[in-house]
Every structure is written in structure tokens, then in C-alpha cells.
């Protein structure tokens, strides 16, 4: 089994590229079905999730050139079967999901089996389904695979979500791109990348207007055809590396990306006292003298992403003193990695949705686990940043998410390699 491993305690410096973002770049992958064309998809991060999505699409009967080069992927769905995604990869992540959206707008029937992903507690798909059910789809999810059909074939609908959902949104959006007439989404999740997949479809030849609004029209169009499209930077893996910045107290540029997207996270780390510079596609983080203890609450875009919550909850631990508040408002479970933290000497206590992190202005090496993804991320920071060394196990969570981490960090100065490297 690989680990990383980290010496902590030096101050990173440097220059970091961004990927494209994982979670625009699963669903447009998955959207490309809808085409019956070839499309080809520039900027994609050569992350687990992106190779096992290429792995069921090609099973499915895509035909697919990679160029990881370039990280530019073409991919003709012409000759997709529907019905025949595996289900040992479809389980082994959240966004294959997106499969029953597009298999419904294209065929209009779905199999596919109830998706993975990181274990936040119970994570229903009951508004995936309903939005189905509203387009004419009668669905079912009881034998571990998602099915539906619609006999009549899918139409338009008002659908209004009763939660803020980017899963649902985004499937809502595949399935409904060729009902006929107007398909009108209320309470539709605003997230940057939802607006990435609606200027992909529309580059196919959808009619999608309103994404990044709470309320999305999409004219129904006959075909789609195949285009080339790029993916927007990762705003989390941007995110991650700023919240790395401050916590080793150095002095990173953050580039390929788009500022506007990481508003609330440059907002919180100027109220914790770290300089951020803001430019055209780029930011630098700076460490100035101390981190103070602030409290956040994890929302929807605009808000503070709940991706964002373990690597800031870890930062908060590095604050001078005081105590700080983290709740997630996203998701009822994302605590698992405190135990984690705990282990480097984190003084943190859970209360509902909260965490209570109380600053100590260090954490000391360990050996640790990535209990998810972001948890992951999560505990490179917290070693990044620890007196001694920090080994961490379970890295595939974070391989399913972030494009060459270790090689990224070492770029900057980080003394981190993984375990194979030895
Ligand atoms: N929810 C329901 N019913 C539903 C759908 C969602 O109750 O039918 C609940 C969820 O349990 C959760 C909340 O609604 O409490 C929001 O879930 P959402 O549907 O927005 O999340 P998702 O689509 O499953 C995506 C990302 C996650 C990210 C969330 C929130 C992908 C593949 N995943 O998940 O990303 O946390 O949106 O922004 O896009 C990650 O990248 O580390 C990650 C977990």
C-alpha cells in the first residue's frame, strides 16, 4: 500500500499550476453521451476519477483517444449501449450517477448501478429521482441499480428542488437537454461548475440559459453535436494549496484559475490574517505574522465550499489561540478526519454539525489515515505544516481527486514523497 510521506515545517514558496476541475469535468465526460458525436474535452486533471469515468464509457462502447500529455481526451459516444456501465466502477465513485441524466436524455431509459463517493453518512438520491419521475421517467433505485423509463419519452416540466442539490441539478440538466418545449429549474444549485456544464451543452447545440442563477431554463433541441471544449480550473484543488500556503506560513502563487470563484475562501483566509493578492488568473498567499481564530459555516455556492471544510478546519487548529466554529451546512457527516487530527495533537470537539476547534498554533507529526477525498487533503496540510514527520495511508481517496499533489507540493518546497518513492 502507498503512503505519503512529509517532513513538516517548511514554509512552501513558489508558483502552482491548477488542474481542470474534477467536479465539471466528470458530468461533462458523462454529457458527452448525449451528443452521438465526438467531442474533445482540453484541460481534464489526470485524477482516478477522470481515468475510471474514461473506463466506463469506453466499456459502454465509447471510443476514446487520451492524450495526458496534453490532458486532452476525444471521445465519440456514437456507439454507447445503453444499460451497460459496470457496476464495479460505476460503485467506485459519486458522479456516475450522472450515467441515468444522460442514458434518460438520450434513449430515454437508464440502468445503471447506485453510485460510491466519499462516506459523509447517508447521501439519498430521492431528488434525482423525483426530478426523473417529473420529466416522465418511472424510476426505481430499490435493487442497488438506478432504472428508469419513460414510455411516452421524456418532456418538459417545472421541477423546483426541495434541497439545493449539484448532483440533481446536473442530472436534471442532462436528461431534460432534448425534451421538447421549455424544462424550467427552480432552487437549481449555482455551483461554477454547473455553469461549465451548461456552456459545454450549449456548445453542442443546447439551448440552456441561467446557470449560476437559482433558476434554469433549457429549450429542448433535437441533437446535439460533438465540439471541443476546455474545463475551468479546479476552484477546490486552488483552494487547498492556498489554505497549504498559509498554513506553513509561506508564500504561494496560485495560478490558472479564476479568482472570482474562490471569493469566499480569499474572504475567510483575509479574516484569519494571510494576504491575498488577487490577479487576473492567479492568486498569492502570503503568511504575515499569525493566524487568527474565525468561524465559518459550510454552504451552497456562493458560500464557503464544504470541500473546503477539513483543510480549513486543519488551519484553524494552527491559529494562535482562540476558539474557532466550523459547521457544515452541506453535509451531516463530514467529520470523520477529526479522530485523524486528533492523532497530530488537534484540540477539536464535534458537536452536531460543528466543530469546535480550539488554536494551539501547532501539530506534531503522526501516522494518520485519509479517510476521504478532501480529508485527505486535509492531513497533507496538517503534515505540510506539523513539527516531524507524517505518514499517511489510504491515499487512493486522494488520488481519486487531485492531479500529482506530491509533485505539485515539491514544487514549492514541500519535503512530502509517497511511500513507493522510498
Ligand atoms: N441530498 C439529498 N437528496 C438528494 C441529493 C442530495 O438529501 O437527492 C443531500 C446530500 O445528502 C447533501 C446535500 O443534499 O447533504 C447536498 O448534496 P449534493 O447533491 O449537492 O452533493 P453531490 O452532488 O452528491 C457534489 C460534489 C461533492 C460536493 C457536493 C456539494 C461531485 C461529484 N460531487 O456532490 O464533491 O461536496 O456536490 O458541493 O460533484 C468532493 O469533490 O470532495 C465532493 C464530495
Redesign the pocket.
Known amino acids: 500500500m502507498e503512503k505519503i510521506i512529509i517532513k513538516g515545517g517548511k514554509p512552501l514558496k513558489g508558483t502552482i499550476e491548477i488542474s481542470g476541475m474534477?467536479?465539471a469535468a466528470?458530468?461533462i465526460l458523462i454529457g458527452s453521451i448525449l451528443t452521438e458525436d465526438k467531442c474533445e474535452i482540453e484541460n481534464l486533471p489526470d485524477i482516478d476519477?477522470v481515468r475510471i469515468t474514461l473506463s466506463i464509457l469506453s466499456q459502454m462502447g465509447a471510443v476514446i483517444e487520451e492524450n495526458w500529455q496534453e490532458n486532452t481526451v476525444t471521445i465519440d459516444t456514437t456507439k454507447i449501449k445503453c444499460g451497460s456501465a459496470p457496476s464495479e466502477l460505476v460503485r467506485q465513485?459519486?458522479?456516475s450517477?450522472?450515467i441515468a441524466g444522460a442514458e434518460l436524455g438520450r434513449f430515454g431509459r437508464t440502468s445503471v448501478g447506485c453510485?460510491g463517493?466519499?462516506d459523509?453518512?447517508?447521501?439519498?438520491?430521492?431528488?434525482?429521482?423525483?426530478a426523473f419521475e417529473a420529466i416522465g421517467a418511472f424510476v426505481d433505485s430499490s435493487n442497488g441499480l438506478i432504472e428508469g423509463e419513460a414510455p411516452g419519452g421524456i418532456h418538459n416540466t417545472e421541477f423546483c428542488?426541495?434541497?439545493?442539490?449539484?448532483?440533481?441539478?446536473?442530472n436534471l440538466m442532462l436528461a431534460a437537454v432534448k425534451a421538447p418545449g421549455l424544462t424550467v429549474i427552480e432552487n437549481a444549485?449555482r455551483?461554477p461548475?454547473i455553469v461549465d456544464l451548461a456552456n459545454f451543452l450549449n456548445t453542442c447545440g443546447a439551448n440552456i440559459s441561467g446557470a449560476g442563477t437559482d433558476t434554469i431554463k433549457i429549450k429542448g433541441v433535437e441533437k446535439l453535436y460533438g465540439c471541443t471544449y476546455t474545463i475551468i480550473p479546479d476552484m477546490?484543488e486552488a483552494g487547498t494549496f492556498m489554505v497549504a500556503a498559509a498554513a506553513t506560513k509561506g508564500d504561494v502563487v496560485i495560478d490558472n484559475i479564476i479568482p472570482k470563484h474562490l471569493e469566499s475562501i480569499t474572504q475567510k483566509l483575509r479574516q484569519i490574517g494571510v494576504e491575498v493578492i488577487e490577479n487576473d488568473e492567479s492568486v498569492e498567499v502570503k503568511y504575515r505574522d499569525g493566524l487568527k481564530a474565525i468561524s465559518l459555516r459550510a454552504l451552497?455556492?456562493p458560500g464557503f465550499?464544504?470541500?473546503m471544510q477539513p483543510q480549513m478546519c486543519t488551519l484553524m487548529c494552527l491559529a494562535d489561540k482562540g476558539l474557532s466554529i466550523i459547521t457544515d451546512g452541506?453535509?451531516?457527516n463530514?467529520f470523520k478526519y477529526v479522530t485523524q487530527l486528533k492523532k497530530m495533537g488537534a484540540d477539536i470537539h464535534i458537536n452536531e454539525r460543528s466543530a469546535i476547534v480550539s488554536g494551539h498554533g501547532k501539530l506534531s507529526g503522526s501516522s494518520v489515515k485519509a479517510v476521504?477525498?478532501?480529508a485527505g487533503a486535509a492531513m497533507i496540510i496538517a503534515g505540510l505544516a506539523a513539527d516531524g514527520v507524517t505518514e499517511i495511508e489510504d491515499i487512493h481517496h486522494i488520488e481519486r481527486?487531485y492531479s500529482d499533489i506530491v509533485g505539485k507540493l515539491r514544487g514549492v518546497g514541500a519535503d512530502i514523497l509517497k511511500a513507493d518513492e522510498v
Do not use: S, W
Not at 120 to 130: A, N, S, T
Not at 161 to 170: E, L, Y
Open positions: 474534477k467536479n466528470l458530468p476519477d465513485m459519486r458522479a450517477y450522472y453510485p463517493g466519499c459523509f453518512g447517508e447521501r439519498p438520491i430521492d431528488q434525482h429521482l423525483k428542488f426541495d434541497i439545493n442539490t449539484v448532483g440533481g441539478t446536473i444549485a455551483e461548475h477546490i451552497p455556492y465550499p464544504t470541500d452541506v453535509y451531516n463530514r476521504d477525498l478532501r481527486g
